[in-house]
């Protein structure tokens, strides 16, 4: 898969904060053009000890979730942990791992933030940008953001808001259970991420494609 080069990764603090302001400037949202056929799930992990982090990309067939193709990447940690530049930590080795796919997906979930960030550029806003598909964050957890808790049956959802700014959702993929959220990367619109996710969860409350990528990078931590 041919992938872009935006810029390169040995930055300063100052210097990502700025590249992050630059390129989110960049991220469009507009209506996906044909409606998916094939979902790629994407997933980081750390090794045990920190020094190197694993992505897994699983592509799947959307409907009955036939597995295409997994690959993964490995690679050593060079950027440092510091909240709101975790794209800069991740986004390396999530594009060597998509480089090795045979299969291009019509779509990307990744297992993080898209525009649901403080500088409206997460990991899967700032991947969508290299890649140039449509991307969507479906994250465990809110990294910034004010909203009121869904109703308690699955496919009920509310606004995830920055002030009056709506810059995602939170949306309820099984019924009685934590909801995840859901936020553009690039190329797609928030209603339609909200629709595949929900027609990806069809058994757990984390999607197939990101479940399975999870799956597989948790196993490959073990042996790294």
């Keep these: 898969m041919e992938i872009k080069n935006l810029h390169d990764w040995n930055l300063t603090y100052s210097e990502a904060v700025l590249r992050q302001k ?3 400037g960049q991220v469009k949202h507009h209506k996906i053009k044909v409606w998916p056929k094939t979902i790629a799930g994407l997933d980081c992990a750390f090794s045990k000890d920190g020094k190197k982090i694993i992505a897994v990309v699983v592509v799947l067939k959307l409907g009955n979730f036939e597995v295409f193709e997994t690959v993964s990447a490995t690679q050593k940690v060079t950027f440092p942990y510091i909240p709101g530049l ?3 930590r991740e986004a390396p080795v999530c594009i060597a791992a998509v480089q090795k796919i045979k299969v291009v997906p019509d779509i990307f979930m990744i297992d993080g933030q898209g525009i649901a960030h403080p500088r409206r550029l997460g990991l899967a806003a700032h991947l969508g940008l290299f890649f140039d598909k449509p991307t969507f ?5 809110r990294l910034t953001g004010n909203f009121n808790e869904p109703s308690l049956e699955k496919g009920s959802f509310t606004p995830l808001k920055d002030k009056n700014e709506i810059i995602g959702s939170v949306v309820r993929t099984r019924t009685r259970v934590k ?3 859901v936020s ?3 190329k797609c619109l928030l209603k339609e991420t909200i629709d595949i996710t929900l027609a990806c969860a069809i058994k757990y409350r984390i999607p197939e494609p990101t479940r399975l990528a999870h799956q597989y990078v948790s196993k490959l931590k073990q042996s790294i």
């Design 179 to 181: 909801p995840v959220f």
């Design 137 to 141: 964050g479906c994250a465990k957890s």
């Design 22 to 24: 630059e390129l989110s």
């Design 184 to 186: 553009v990367g690039h």
């Design 86 to 88: 975790l794209s800069f």
